[in-house]
């Protein structure tokens, strides 16, 4: 085997999912019985829908958020026809580029950058049979995720987690095009055909001795996006954010915020920066795919953590009836609602372009 392929087998960035939950099976289950419910973490985000279980509404959980720190937004109902689409976008004060992505996201499939209103009404003649969200694009330079819980009654929470994300780039030698570039990256290459679609009309483009070429930027890592850990970044003032973003979150205990801004000084004093989602009970610390910075072992450890802390709050606010758990009928009902979508935006994810 050569040190690609070992490189890939020992670097669990790209393992499936279930590598990262099958063994901790056994330990869900433990904290179902000692809740008394297969539904404990039903009651950890009251303010958002199954307390963000990945069938909530992307478009009605940004709304808890402060305006200042919500991008502009408007919410497009399947079937919804770009006639009536635009005037809404003129009203909300959203302007070309703008991003588009479905109401209920996984993992960052057909998340687009729109450049015009040729390419929207493409997009919308392709994907519209689900409900979408149409956003400002945000331009600030860097984006991160910010993991962050705090118990009920209590005044100040935690941040457990902090995830960089690089996008995709490559950097010029003086003589080879942006095409040939990304064949010869190591992870460039593992996304070829997105990045050939989405950069088509530069692909012979010959950039300069060390000129750093961004291919993408969208962040997810279905898009090539790559998580480092940046825990080491977490201080007191950034607590002290958001904990003051918290309290103005009415329901939300539990989660990941993903955000963009402008360079890490601001964001500490909560300026430049917009919060491009809000998650829930499904987010993970994903921290934990930075294979540089830790181990396999580490990775299952620090989500057991956050299942421990996703009881903990479920416990509280049952406790305090802020939330309720949910029954063993329900979940399985939201199982098969959640694999219907799943199927359906991904038959939809494989027959994408890129571009419009």
């Keep these: 085997m050569g040190i690609p392929g070992f490189k890939k087998i020992t670097n669990w960035e790209y393992w499936p999912s279930y590598l990262f939950y099958v063994p901790l099976l056994p330990y869900a289950f433990y904290l179902a019985l000692k809740a008394r419910s297969f539904g404990f973490f039903s009651a950890v985000n009251p303010g958002i829908e199954g307390s963000g279980n990945g069938l909530e509404s992307k478009y009605k959980t940004i709304q808890l958020l ?79 995720g910010i993991f962050y819980h705090r118990f009920p009654g209590k005044k100040k929470g ?72 940046g825990n080491h970044l977490i201080n007191s003032e950034l607590n002290l954010l958001l904990d003051k973003l918290n309290s103005q979150i009415e329901g939300w205990y539990y989660g990941r915020i ?14 430049n920066l917009k919060i491009i989602e809000v998650n829930g009970v499904i987010s993970e610390p994903t921290h934990i795919y930075d294979a540089s910075t830790g181990s396999y072992i580490k990775a299952l450890k620090s989500i057991k953590n956050h299942w421990k802390l996703i009881y903990i709050i479920g416990i509280k606010n049952k406790k305090l009836n802020k939330g309720n758990f949910t029954n063993l009928s329900y979940l399985i009902a939201v199982y098969f609602k959640y694999k219907k979508y799943l199927k359906k935006i991904s038959a939809l994810n494989s027959n994408a372009t890129t571009s419009f």
């Design 66 to 144: 402060p305006s200042n720190y919500c991008p502009n937004s408007i919410y497009v109902e399947k079937g919804e026809n770009i006639q009536d689409i635009l005037p809404k976008i003129t009203i909300n004060n959203i302007e070309f580029p703008l991003i588009i992505k479905p109401d209920i996201g996984f993992r960052g499939l057909l998340v687009t950058k729109i450049n015009n209103e040729n390419e929207l009404s493409a997009y919308l003649k392709k994907y519209n049979s689900i409900n979408l969200i149409i956003q400002e694009f945000v331009d600030y330079q860097h984006e991160c």
């Design 158 to 229: 935690k941040i457990t987690s902090i995830t960089l994300k690089k996008y995709l780039t490559v950097v010029g030698d003086g003589n080879s095009t942006i095409s040939a570039l990304i064949l010869n990256d190591e992870r460039a290459k593992r996304y070829s055909k997105y990045l050939f679609e989405l950069n088509k009309n530069s692909l012979e483009f010959i950039p300069k001795n060390k000129e750093e070429i961004v291919l993408n930027i969208i962040g997810n890592h279905s898009k090539g996006t790559q998580f480092i850990d």
């Design 258 to 271: 993903d955000l963009k801004y402008n360079n890490f000084e601001e964001l500490l004093k909560g300026k």
